[in-house]
């Protein structure tokens, strides 16, 4: 059984920064893509930062020279450095582990919430 944990959602003043962390389990945690993803209050759920098993990383536009994804395959764990975060950033941000056509799994999701 695979499971996914995100942690490190705070609350924080606009300008701040933050580090989530996923841990995976149950699993060979080198095999999978890993990614990050938010989701809004009315929202569709949107994609923050993905990093491949070779390390190659993807951010979209809203993000990309604020928020770096990184792993540690030795701890089975995927990070997201937030810095200069804005209220528009406030969401509950979820990690996914993807691997291929094999199966993707989401953890519970955790909060960040960026006050003006």
């Known amino acids: 059984q695979v499971q996914v944990v995100e942690s490190g959602g705070d609350l924080v003043q606009a300008g701040g920064s933050l580090r989530l962390s996923c841990a995976v389990s149950g699993s060979i945690f080198s095999l999978y893509a890993m990614g990050w993803y938010r989701q809004a209050p009315g929202k569709q759920r949107e994609l923050v930062a993905e990093i491949a098993r070779d390390r190659g990383t993807n951010y979209p536009d809203s993000v990309k020279g604020r928020f770096t994804i990184s792993r540690d395959n030795a701890k089975s764990t995927v990070y997201l450095q937030m810095n200069s975060l804005k209220p528009e950033d406030t969401a509950v941000y979820y990690c996914?582990?993807?691997?291929?056509?094999?199966?993707?799994?989401w953890g519970q999701g955790t909060q960040v919430t960026v006050s003006s």
């Open positions: 996914k582990a993807s691997l291929g056509a094999i199966g993707v799994y």
